[in-house]
């Protein structure tokens, strides 16, 4: 059975620097793209950052670029996600996902919804604080 679950959230002030974890079990991920999103509470779920099978190629939100670095480690089934420079605005739960087919481009996993046919985790709380 897949399971995908992120870790290492937590509350952090403004301007600090947080790494979030996503691992992946069940299959073996190094074949898909991943991505992660968030949802703050009484807004619209958004794409953050999604990264490719090699780690090659990486696609960010505008409101994220330059201050967030996704990254994954395929030996163990992991990806990450660096979060510097934090604002309060980045307040949120952060989801991580896994493409269900080995084809799946960035675009893709960019412009997907929470009910959209991916291997979800069940997210983590990102506090931002001033």
């Known amino acids: 059975q897949v399971h995908v679950a992120e870790s290492g959230g937590g509350l952090v002030q403004t301007g600090g620097s947080l790494r979030i974890s996503c691992s992946a079990s069940g299959r073996t991920f190094s074949n898909y793209a991943m991505g992660w999103f968030r949802q703050a509470p009484g807004k619209e779920h958004e794409f953050v950052a999604a990264i490719d099978w090699s780690g090659g190629n990486t696609v960010y939100a505008d409101s994220v670029k330059g201050r967030f670095t996704i990254s994954r480690d395929n030996a163990n089934n992991l990806m990450y996600l660096q979060m510097n420079s934090l604002k309060i605005e980045d307040t949120a739960v952060y989801y991580c996902?896994?493409?269900?087919?080995?084809?799946?481009?960035?675009?893709?996993?960019?412009?997907?919804?929470?009910?959209?046919?991916?291997?979800w985790g069940q997210g983590t709380q990102v506090t931002v604080s001033s």
């Open positions: 996902a896994a493409a269900l087919h080995p084809a799946t481009s960035l675009t893709t996993i960019a412009s997907m919804g929470r009910q959209d046919p991916a291997y």
